[in-house]
């Protein structure tokens, strides 16, 4: 058992049960990622869906930055993300009103329509509206998985525990791109089974909500302080939770007194995280890791990768990617949050860096890349992949959902949430055509991006390892030399 300022707990097959099935919903969100870069670079997809960018793929002088140039095949991405930032909103309400619980299963089961509308279409308007019930499904799951396991999580493994919804992306991310791999030569539909086999975690997330617990700080919020306490001593495997009771009870008093969650965002406490929390779902998106992940098929054919060699590529960078975040998990905790970032941030530079300037002077707009340029790429990817795993994959979701005040913390979530299916949506809409205007300077713009945020964590953003979510404004915001002065 540990002991950590009167939180007392011990690690219990249900509550690692509860961790693990709840984490599925980063599991879905995960596999969509992967799925649609391989299933857009899919002959039999394209033939059916946009038969313009097929026709281009086979002319064979097409410039490699251009082929899969299309705003409608980036939609086809993109239109998720846009329903999940809306839907993020809506989540908030469904959490707060009707519990973590509740939402997940109703983030499970409208994720289960958009599989089977994705997967049944015979036409855009389908293929489309397949899309945003996926988005509406990743709205409510993101909002909400994240704040689960934060609120059951002990404070010695909070972190580690909430970076298991990180590493279920990266498995989705992975599994999505072993089925990529053996659905491409299934044909005429490879894609039906890709896009339909996304009904298999989110049947598992419905499932597991019959076995899992709310959360004690949700129960005791919507007037069950009886069933919240017995959940608390549940999940902890001890039955002396009283400290951490009582401070539950005593911020979900405080939240009671705040009226409109959305408004009181602007009040000094929540401004830090809310600030924070934006920063960092920006900074994720714009170190250039989605337009590789979505596209990463459609990249390596750029690249002059020919037959299988873009899955098999994608595969092998979707491995590094769960296995770098493991890593997140053992030193999260251990090293701290701030690290983790500043350091990822020297070694992504370098990757992206070396990646345009070996495409500028090795690629040309119809040639390809020879054996050795192309295995360099690759293992850079894969470094680069490696960084960002460990780091603002995991965290951006980590640090928003443990440091805001409980009084607003669904409500600034859902814009921690829906900036990052914003600016995802912006960078699945617009890689394929910034790749054909800009070509290798793609990766010089994402390197300038990741030199900010770099310095933005320097001297931004407080450590918060080991400090309790209910104590963050006093020992953290308070505390750091920007922000205190708002207070």
């Given at each position: 058992m540990t002991v950590i300022e009167g939180h007392n707990s011990k690690i219990t097959v249900y509550v690692v049960s509860c961790w693990i099935l709840a984490a599925f919903g980063g599991l879905m969100f995960g596999y969509d990622i992967g799925i649609s870069g391989g299933v857009s670079a899919m002959d039999d997809f394209l033939i059916l869906f946009f038969g313009n960018v097929y026709e281009r793929k086979k002319t064979a002088k097409e410039n490699n930055y251009c082929k899969y140039d299309d705003q409608f095949l980036q939609l086809f991405t993109s239109s998720l993300y846009l329903s999940a930032l809306v839907a993020s909103f809506f989540a908030s309400k469904a959490a707060t009103k009707l519990g973590r619980k509740i939402t997940m299963m109703m983030a499970s089961l409208i994720f289960i329509a958009g599989a089977v509308s994705s997967a049944a279409a015979h036409n855009k308007k389908i293929l489309i509206l397949?899309?945003?019930?996926?988005?509406?499904?990743?709205?409510?799951?993101?909002?909400?998985?994240?704040?689960?396991?934060?609120?059951?999580a002990p404070i010695q493994h909070r972190g580690a525990v909430n970076i298991l919804f990180q590493l279920f992306i990266t498995i989705g991310i992975l599994i999505a791109n072993l089925v990529n791999f053996i659905t491409v030569n299934i044909h005429p539909n490879g894609w039906r089974i890709s896009l339909g086999s996304a009904v298999v975690p989110a049947a598992i997330l419905f499932i597991g909500t019959f076995v899992i617990s709310d959360t004690p700080m949700s129960l005791v919020a919507r007037g069950k302080p009886e069933k919240g306490k017995t959940t608390l001593k549940k999940i902890r495997g001890v039955t002396d939770v009283d400290v951490e009771y009582e401070e539950i009870v005593a911020s979900c008093e405080q939240a009671k007194q705040v009226k409109h969650a959305f408004r009181n965002l602007t009040q000094p406490s929540s401004i830090p995280p809310l600030v924070i929390a934006i920063m960092l779902q920006i900074f994720q998106q714009f170190t250039g890791i989605n337009a590789i992940m979505f596209y990463a098929p459609v990249l390596f054919q750029t690249m002059g990768f020919k037959g299988s060699g873009p899955l098999i590529s994608a595969v092998v960078t979707g491995l590094v990617n769960v296995l770098s975040t493991c890593v997140a998990i053992i030193a999260v905790d251990k090293v701290g949050?701030?690290?983790?970032?500043?350091?990822?941030?020297?070694?992504?530079?370098?990757?992206?860096?070396?990646?345009g300037f070996i495409l500028l002077k090795n690629l040309s707009e119809t040639g390809g890349l020879d054996k050795t340029m192309a295995v360099i790429v690759v293992l850079l990817v894969c470094t680069y992949v490696m960084a960002f795993a460990w780091s603002w994959g995991p965290l951006g979701w980590l640090i928003p959902s443990e440091t805001f005040p409980l009084e607003t913390r669904t409500a600034g979530f859902a814009f921690a949430v829906s900036t990052n299916m914003l600016f995802t949506a912006i960078i699945a809409q617009a890689f394929l055509t910034t790749l054909c205007f800009m070509q290798a300077y793609t990766f010089f713009f994402f390197s300038a991006w990741i030199f900010v945020m770099g310095l933005c964590a320097i001297f931004f953003l407080p450590e918060t390892k080991g400090i309790p979510i209910d104590a963050m404004v006093e020992r953290a915001w308070k505390k750091h030399p920007v922000w205190k002065k708002l207070f």
């Open positions: 397949g899309r945003i019930l996926f988005g509406v499904g990743i709205g409510f799951g993101n909002e909400t998985v994240p704040l689960f396991l934060t609120e059951v949050r701030k690290k983790l970032l500043i350091q990822s941030c020297c070694q992504m530079l370098i990757c992206q860096m070396a990646i």
